[in-house]
């Protein structure tokens, strides 16, 4: 069965500095991909990063990297740089075979000035 | 440019009563989910259609069935609500196909908060 992980329920960060958000998962399939999400207070869902597992460099969008360890099973998302809108819930998701996708309970990120 | 459009947005049931959730999307995707988000357990799959013609039960199906009326459109009815399907309900399409490795990014739609008292 498919599972992800999130252990963090809350993380806070100083304006301007990086901070990584923790996901590990598990899957039995060979192909998978891996997904981070942001949902701001408004609610609507953001796609940030896509992370393949076959894909041999880690996935970068902007100020956002996704730290792939494949033989550990995580997918770290690193937002460099924080602004104080980053201040919201982020959601890691894997999605593996028949092309369902699973999400992790969330961190919520408070960027400080 | 609507993208993936659920209707109501809000709605409050009395226990025992049945709704519909209705989702379409204008991105030509093959793929829709339903998903529930309930404080501190994230997103958690109750039904998904990789394909048009298909269903499939998620992590959380009991007390839910969906109808994938057609390519644009995925239903999702509680037959006799209960207090326990109080949640905030969304909506997700994507362009991967069935055993498809693109990105396939989820699109979400604005949700739909149900309260059952």
């Known amino acids: 069965a498919q599972k992800i992980t999130q252990t963090q329920p809350g993380m806070f960060v100083q304006e301007k500095e990086a901070v990584t958000l923790d996901c590990t998962y598990d899957t039995s399939d060979p192909s998978y991909g891996l997904f981070w999400y942001k949902q701001p207070s408004s609610g609507e869902m953001i796609f940030l990063i896509y992370?393949?597992?076959?894909?041999?460099q880690n996935a970068t969008e902007g100020r956002y990297s996704l730290n792939f360890q494949k033989a550990r099973k995580s997918a770290n998302l690193v937002i460099s740089a924080s602004q104080l809108g980053d201040s919201a819930m982020y959601f890691c998701a894997m999605r593996g075979g028949y092309n369902k996708l699973i999400f992790g309970a969330g961190t919520r990120l408070a960027v400080h000035p | 440019n609507a993208g993936v459009t659920q209707t109501p947005k809000f709605q409050v049931l009395k226990t025992g009563q049945s709704m519909t959730l209705q989702c379409a999307q204008d991105m030509n995707h093959n793929s829709m989910y339903w998903y529930r988000q309930d404080p501190g357990m994230g997103l958690r799959l109750i039904y998904y259609?990789?394909?048009?013609?298909?269903?499939d039960k998620g992590e959380v199906p009991n007390g839910y069935n969906v109808s994938r009326l057609n390519k644009r459109e995925f239903s999702l009815r509680l037959e006799s609500a209960a207090p326990s399907q109080t949640s905030v309900y969304f909506c997700?399409?994507?362009?991967?196909?069935?055993?498809?490795?693109?990105?396939?990014?989820?699109?979400f739609g604005e949700g739909s908060r149900l309260t059952v008292l």
């Open positions: 997700a399409s994507s362009e991967a196909e069935w055993g498809g490795q693109g990105v396939g990014e989820l699109f």
């Open positions: 992370q393949g597992s076959y894909d041999q």
């Open positions: 259609s990789a394909s048009e013609g298909t269903t």
